[in-house]
């Protein structure tokens, strides 16, 4: 069946790069994403990899994807107190219609 | 931009009770989504309806009803709750229809909270 696996929780300094790790299951995924959920709010989309391509930088976002790993990492440079939030990787595999979430990250910015 | 609504925001219920939490949609959106958020258990699917006038269980159906209404409203009514199902729930919507499956962004709504005593 399809799995998502995150660790729970990360700290980092502000001004570091932090880099959240995930790995899933079904090797048919053909896109893998990126959720920000701030207290109290829904999930917003931050960024998604097609699953024919290695790497996807977007600003201070870099996606690495290791297909033959099943490895997806997101990694935030120089980061701020305002990208303490939960991080939820989400994997679609091919023939279904809906997203399988992982545990998200807690991500906790010090100053 | 309202994007995904969903009432209410808090609910305590005893056991026992019954209610419906209520989500719509105003960006035209096919497919409609609720899950639960339950600590250290990420976000699983309770049910989905893929376009109007449909509705599947997803990983997490028991205890659940569901209510396509139209294209913009999807409800989820829980008949008889119970402290299990103390959770914070989520509505989401995205395009679907002839986008290929799995493809599309998921919008949320900002979750509803709810506490069976």
């Known amino acids: 069946g399809e799995d998502v696996e995150q660790s729970l929780f990360l700290s980092v300094r502000e001004g570091d790069s932090s880099v959240i790790n995930c790995t899933y299951t079904?090797?048919?995924?053909?896109?893998l994403y990126w959720y920000k959920q701030e207290p109290g709010a829904g999930l917003q989309l931050l960024t998604y990899?097609?699953?024919?391509?290695d790497m996807k930088q977007d600003q201070r976002l870099t996606v690495l994807l290791n297909k033959k790993d099943k490895h997806l990492s997101l990694r935030i440079a120089d980061t701020q107190t305002g990208d303490s939030a939960i991080y939820f990787c989400?994997?679609?595999?091919?023939?279904?219609?809906?997203?399988?979430f992982g545990s998200g990250t807690q991500l906790t910015v010090l100053p | 931009n309202a994007g995904v609504t969903q009432t209410p925001k808090f609910q305590v219920l005893k056991t026992g009770q019954s209610m419906t939490l209520q989500c719509a949609q105003d960006?035209?959106?096919?497919?409609m989504y609720w899950y639960r958020q339950d600590p250290g258990m990420g976000l699983r699917l309770i049910y989905y309806?893929?376009?109007?006038?449909?509705?599947d269980k997803g990983e997490v159906p028991n205890g659940y009803n569901v209510s396509r209404l139209n294209k913009r409203e999807f409800s989820l009514r829980l008949e008889s709750a119970a402290p299990s199902q103390t959770s914070v729930y989520f509505c989401?919507?995205?395009?679907?229809?002839?986008?290929?499956?799995?493809?599309?962004?998921?919008?949320f709504g900002e979750g509803s909270r709810l506490t069976v005593l």
């Open positions: 989401a919507s995205r395009t679907g229809g002839y986008q290929p499956p799995g493809t599309g962004e998921l919008f």
């Open positions: 079904d090797s048919s995924s053909t896109y």
């Open positions: 990899i097609f699953s024919n391509m």
């Open positions: 989400a994997e679609s595999p091919g023939s279904a219609r809906q997203l399988t």
């Open positions: 960006m035209n959106h096919n497919s």
């Open positions: 309806s893929a376009s109007e006038g449909t509705t």
